[in-house]
């Protein structure tokens, strides 16, 4: 038996985790329930706002022409199988063109569902289902895409410890939704921008001098307790870097053999450092990079490389 629960009420609630429903049979473990935190709506709407006025520009001229005021039901239909990602901001679209509208979810935000299942039930004025459809399932097709393919990839190293985390290569104006969307399929967030964490790469290296000074001269002026990381390509780029302390150290398209050997001498030296692994990594490597014992292993793919689940709405007669 499905429970079904608004959800306007509480997207309303700045910063709100997004609550889980009572129903717990066939909850996926995957599930981010209680760690998949959507922007605050005072953020949120802001975006929301903007992508409804670009699809409606100075009217939507088909429905303000066909329908008459008045409230009707509409539910949402999966189209293929997939891992639902965005009716939460789904709801908020209906809501921000009519307060009244009610959108009922009967599905988790994180739960597999197949071809032909009904994922949600909306009730409200008939224009604001109509011109909102397009926006709102847009935004959730996206996410339930990108949560879908993360969910392939964490499926591939559940029973380690290592944690599969995404990259800054996200869509412009999406990021903090896309990243919700990976949370969602069962991945860690990196770091949302360039704010929240030192990261020095090659061409920062090359612009400081080395290794050392880039190190020195971040560590010199960076507030508590932000983190280093340093991103190297061979054995002496790493020696290096233990040599003048980060505390987490990036393995670049390293070869297999090679990062297990790496991540010994890192073990050796200190077991505080974190190890993250990226480059090259696919569905079919993702394990063999897992096993040499990294802690993160970065991929891009699930946002850049995930295609849109199809989903549909239909007008109840």
Avoid at 159 to 168: A, E, I, K, S
Avoid at 283 to 290: E, G, P
């Amino acid at each position: 038996m499905q429970t079904r629960r608004s959800i306007i009420s509480y997207l309303s609630v700045d910063g709100q985790k997004i609550e889980g429903q009572s129903r717990l049979i066939g909850r996926s473990k995957y599930m981010k329930i209680s760690t998949a935190v959507l922007p605050p709506a005072l953020l949120l709407d802001r975006f929301l706002q903007d992508w409804l006025l670009e699809d409606i520009g100075r009217g939507d001229r088909t429905t303000q022409a066909l329908i008459s005021p008045g409230t009707r039901q509409a539910v949402w239909i999966a189209k293929e199988a997939g891992v639902i990602a965005g009716l939460p901001i789904a709801a908020r679209v209906f809501y921000l063109l009519n307060s009244s509208t009610v959108f009922t979810p009967l599905v988790e935000e994180g739960e597999a569902v197949e071809k032909g299942q009904t994922i949600a039930e909306i009730q409200g004025a008939y224009d604001a289902l109509l011109t909102g459809e397009r926006v709102a399932l847009n935004l959730a097709m996206r996410l339930s895409g990108i949560a879908t393919m993360t969910r392939e990839y964490v499926k591939q190293i559940e029973d380690l410890t290592t944690q599969l985390v995404d990259t800054r290569k996200t869509t412009p104006g999406l990021r903090l939704l896309e990243k919700y969307a990976t949370q969602v399929g069962g991945a860690t967030n990196h770091r949302m921008g360039l704010d929240d964490a030192v990261m020095i790469k090659d061409n920062h290296i090359v612009a400081a001098g080395g290794i050392g000074n880039a190190i020195a001269q971040v560590r010199a002026q960076i507030p508590y307790p932000l983190k280093i990381e340093v991103e190297t390509e061979n054995l002496d780029m790493v020696k290096e870097t233990l040599e003048h302390g980060a505390d987490i150290i990036m393995l670049d398209n390293m070869s297999i053999e090679m990062m297990r050997q790496v991540v010994r001498i890192i073990r050796q030296h200190s077991i505080e450092i974190e190890i993250e692994a990226s480059g090259n990594v696919t569905l079919q490597t993702l394990r063999a990079i897992a096993e040499t014992g990294v802690d993160f292993i970065s991929s891009s793919a699930p946002i850049t490389r995930s295609t849109w689940l199809d989903l549909s709405m239909r007008i109840k007669v």
